[in-house]
């Protein structure tokens, strides 16, 4: 008699995987554009910085990263007592969706979106309610207002939403928020604010100091470069902070992160000027792809959507023989980080023989 096994969670049994934007086989060469990550290395103060900090790894770090909250305060004008770091942001979304939502709660999610939502909200316990985004991969902020119920805690909007790369315009949220309950917590996940050029894009820290129930999660990972050491943060009303902060998992960012994160947010300017670049190269790549016929959303984020439907994932082996690694997601379209020049070269010649192939 074969003794029972231990019995999975149903919601966790049915999750979802999340898919690891595709890694070049050890030895191979290829142009990794399928993480939205920072293609530039961390600057060499920073390197220095987490040399220094590998040292102390015998220590466990300081639990509350208050060197780095402190800064975090100063730079965005906030309280620290509304700063709560951790590791990554997607964890610290995890650490939100716990802190207010009980088992049936719902939290509505925008769809196509960041593929951690559903995971993150079912392993909360709550039921995620996608609502679709537009055929120009935009929010449907106007639906999503209306997505809410009695069992709604929260709202999450992308913006810009990754993958289509659109951000939300400030007036559409202000609706939004208007419409909602004020006991309905609205997460603003701007994890690539930096990179946004849309004059009609809401300033964040605007909409939090008008409205009691939103959150805003930002991260370390993109535009700092430092995806590796897992650093993010959300910036809250001290109370909320608080119920954030006690759920996180103890001491979340190691020592190296903080340090790290401490010495890049000191080079803002010069981390800037990268991220000016990126953006430059995200309109020769959007120009590039237009002149070649494409029709594509417009991004504010490091990444720019091929809408390719069934052929997302054909498109990815074709670039990949070309060498350049690309993010499919299956029956809807492929999303292509912004990388180095010579990259955005070899994706366009990729895209050209597949208009050419179209229109043939
Ligand atoms: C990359 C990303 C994050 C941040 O992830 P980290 O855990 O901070 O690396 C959060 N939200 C979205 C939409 C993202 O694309």
Known sequence: MTPRPVPLRPAVADLPAYV?????????AAYKLSSNENPYPPLPAVVAAIADAAADANRYPDMYATELTAALAATLGVAPESVVTGCGSVAVLGHVLVAVCAAGDEVVIPWRSFEAYPIAVAVAGATAVPVPVTDDGRLDLVAMAAAVTERTRVVVVC???NPTGPAVRAD?????????????????????????RDPHAPDGLAVLAAHRNVVLLRTFSKAYGLAGLRVGYAVARPRLAAGIRATSTPFGVSHVAQRAAV??????AQLMDRVESVVAERARLLDGLRRQGWTVPDSQANFVWLPLGDRAAAFAADAARAGVLVRPFAGDGVRVSVGEPEATDLLLDVTADWSERRSA
Do not use: H, I, K, M
């Not at 609706?175 to 990179?195: I, K």
């Not at 010495?263 to 803002?268: C, D, F, I, N």
């Open 172 to 196: 559409e949220l202000e609706t939004l928020l208007a419409a909602v309950p004020s006991d309905v917590l609205v997460v603003l996940d701007e994890a690539y604010v930096e990179f946004v």
């Open 20 to 28: 690891p934007g595709a890694r070049a086989p050890v030895g191979a």
């Open 159 to 161: 913006t810009p939403n």
């Open 263 to 268: 010495v890049s947010l000191g080079a803002t």
